[in-house]
């Protein structure tokens, strides 16, 4: 099956700094997205990216599509107490097969940032 | 109601148990996906529906694990003889399939503890 790779596991950074994140496939995607996990919650979307090459920014997060289609990025500038959390990739991609038409979200493994003041 | 919402909250059972988990997803979305999740671990892929079918069942671990989805909502994920290993959040989410953009959301999840 497919597997994304997400690097770092984990940060610990001081509050102010910039943090890069990156998740890579050995498949392509039809779309990435960046989802950020809080303790006892579900996920919850950050940036979707929808073309190779595609810089998306929301707020103080920044992430890009890989022009292979293959790779994306999250950047987080100046980073505040409230960015811990886990941050996650996922790579989504639609095939039609016998059974109909599926959408399979895929996950990475996950970056665990803290941040000290 | 404005978002995925999923129950119950928290799930204590014993082993050798049936529990159902339930799901539901924020209105007119078509897609819905089911995920487990285990302490300290990433999200594991359990089953996908478009409307009330589900073209990939793939993620299913074992035949003591089905779902259904009625009338393109609510759907329902049971685990039958539940055993220790399973043990885990279990984690829904809905999209708008035929839009685009496509974006998943996530409900609070399902914390199934089995002893």
């Known amino acids: 099956g497919q597997q994304l790779n997400q690097s770092p596991q984990s940060m610990f950074i001081q509050e102010g700094e910039d943090v890069s994140m990156n998740c890579t496939s050995s498949?392509?995607?039809?779309?990435w997205l960046w989802y950020k996990q809080d303790p006892g919650e579900g996920p919850v979307l950050l940036i979707a990216?929808?073309?190779?090459?595609e810089l998306t920014s929301n707020g103080r997060l920044t992430a890009q599509f890989g022009i292979t289609r293959k790779d994306s990025f999250l950047n987080i500038s100046a980073s505040i107490p409230s960015d811990v959390g886990i941050y996650f990739c996922?790579?989504?991609?639609?095939?039609?097969?016998?059974?109909?038409?599926?959408?399979?979200?895929?996950f990475g493994t996950g970056t665990r940032l803290q941040v000290t003041l | 109601g404005a978002g995925v919402s999923q129950s119950p909250s928290n799930k204590v059972t014993e082993k050798g148990k049936d529990v159902e988990l339930r799901c539901d997803p924020i209105?007119?979305?078509?897609?819905l996906y089911w995920y487990r999740q285990r302490l300290g671990q990433g999200l594991e892929f359990l089953i996908y529906?478009?409307?009330?079918?589900?073209?990939?069942k793939s993620g299913l671990p074992s035949d003591r694990f089905s779902a259904e989805r009625t009338g393109e909502s609510v759907s329902t994920l049971t685990i039958q003889r539940t055993q220790q290993e399973d043990s885990a959040v279990y984690l829904c989410?809905?999209?708008?399939?035929?839009?685009?953009?496509?974006?998943?959301?996530f409900g609070a999840g399902t914390r199934l503890s089995v002893l």
């Open positions: 996922a790579g989504l991609i639609r095939s039609v097969g016998a059974t109909g038409t599926a959408s399979k979200l895929t």
């Open positions: 989410a809905s999209s708008l399939e035929q839009a685009i953009p496509r974006k998943p959301y």
């Open positions: 990216l929808y073309k190779a090459g």
């Open positions: 529906f478009q409307g009330n079918s589900a073209p990939d």
């Open positions: 498949s392509i995607f039809n779309t």
């Open positions: 209105s007119g979305h078509t897609a």
